[in-house]
């Protein structure tokens, strides 16, 4: 079956700009997860979707958003870009949230940030 | 709260060489680890996991890792490199008891394995 599929793979924005982020779980799971990867902070967790309420949240300022549709597809938003929101995002699902740790990710949606 | 730690961020070994790979974590509850491999320009794969009962848990591709409460230890091993076995490697820790998708993730173990 297919895997988690994120859109776009690459994109390039400019400071002050926003970008919305798309996740399609794999069929059947109902749970998404948000990373973010940097190389000088490495995998950060960002927030956590189950049947269209937000469940958990990480450590990120208010610019950061997400949500989930009816269909588990997720997005997610982030606002006034600043240089360091350049990173690997990284969306993840499950069948039940956290499904004892076994998460599927897609292959990132690289944000460059001029 | 939770933290996990990877000792060294670059590991080198020769092919047919023994990889070994080490984290240790923090968990104020019994933990639930993992160790994920990212290869280049993909995303994170789960390799195995550890949640209860034995020790010495399996993965895929040949690797393997062991639990050691008395250490807070999670070291992954591989008795023999192959080349295909370059990548970045995470250990991670769930911040709950499983039932959650926010992992806390160590910084990353780069394996290069050498002709």
């Known amino acids: 079956k297919a895997g988690v599929t994120q859109t776009p793979r690459y994109l390039i924005k400019t400071r002050g700009q926003q970008v919305t982020l798309s996740c399609s779980p794999i069929s059947g799971h109902r749970s998404v997860s948000w990373y973010q990867q940097t190389p000088g902070q490495g995998l950060q967790f960002l927030f956590e979707y189950f049947s269209e309420t937000q469940r958990n949240k990480g450590n990120f300022p208010g610019r950061f958003s997400g949500r989930q549709f009816s269909n588990s597809r997720s997005e997610m938003n982030v606002s006034t870009l600043e240089l360091g929101d350049s990173a690997l995002y990284l969306c993840?699902?499950?069948?039940?949230?956290?499904?004892?740790?076994?998460?599927?990710f897609g292959e990132g949606s690289r944000l460059t940030v001029l | 709260a939770q933290s996990v730690t990877q000792l060294g961020s670059h590991v080198s070994v020769s092919e047919g060489a023994l990889v070994l790979l080490r984290c240790n974590y923090s968990?104020?509850?019994?933990?639930?680890l993992f160790w994920y491999v990212q290869y280049p320009n993909q995303g994170l794969q789960l390799l195995l996991k550890?949640?209860?009962?034995?020790?010495l848990v399996k993965g895929i591709n040949g690797f393997e890792a062991e639990f050691k409460k008395s250490e807070t230890s999670f070291h992954l091993t591989k008795p023999s490199a192959h080349m295909s076995d370059a990548a970045e490697y995470f250990c991670a820790v769930s911040e709950g008891s499983g039932n959650t998708g926010k992992l806390i993730f160590g910084q990353g173990t780069t394996l290069q394995v050498k002709p």
């Open positions: 993840a699902s499950s069948f039940n949230p956290g499904d004892s740790g076994e998460l599927f």
């Open positions: 550890y949640t209860t009962g034995a020790t």
């Open positions: 968990s104020s509850v019994p933990p639930y």
